[in-house]
């Protein structure tokens, strides 16, 4: 089995990630999001016995099927390495997958779905109901997905640049990682007797909204970044 540490370290550098201390808190989640880039990338080198185990960890529970954040917890989740479902009887959402990979979705869910809801908080009033915030969500959901997609791709056909003390991760090893992770979250569901059903219905009520929010979703980074005073009206324009 690998060193666990690694996941304490994680850990500890996603904390530090909400620094009020910009140069901190950019610093760590950028040491973090490598940390975990190469480190779990290079478990795919070492055979199935150094394989982290599968488990599994709740991140939301909702009274309903939320469109938007099932479709950004997803993404989040197919990117890294895991999966994401919703049980239908307790509105539990939860992900499958490494513990290290586990920590990073969880984050990644925190802080984006946070910068969704601000966005829309921003849009509330003048004539924009609840069917455009609504529809405003799943844009921007919707384009976060395929950002964190088209990074997974890249990642499968290019590998992973080296970075300091960190070696390059050849792209065979890229896609061999996430081929072992998908197999083990499927041998672990199917031992435990999981069924699954898909659910594609998307609709949404306001195009305006949506294409509103997908417009929006281009622009929101994907790792989180305490924005300097000086930069807060940029920041404030791309809202």
Known sequence: MPDTSIVERIKK???????SNENESTA???KASLLLAQYNL???DLGPNHQ???????????SKFVTWKMMLLSGIAEANGCSAMRN????????VGTSTNLIVCK????YLSSAIEKRAKYRK????????LNAFRVGCATRLRQRLLEQKQEMEKSGIAGSGDAVGTPAIVVRSMFDKNQQAIADYLEGRGVKIRMRTDSQVSSAAGFYSGYEVGDKISLHKQVQAQGDMKQLNECL
């Open 42 to 44: 290079s478990l795919a």
């Open 88 to 95: 239908t009887y307790n509105g539990n959402m939860f992900l």
């Open 107 to 110: 984050h990644l869910y925190e």
């Open 125 to 132: 009033g003048n004539g924009r109901g609840l069917a455009y």
């Open 52 to 62: 982290e185990e599968i488990d599994e960890d709740s991140v939301e529970t909702t």
């Open 13 to 19: 550098l996603l904390a530090l990630a909400t620094s």
């Open 28 to 30: 760590a989640a950028e």
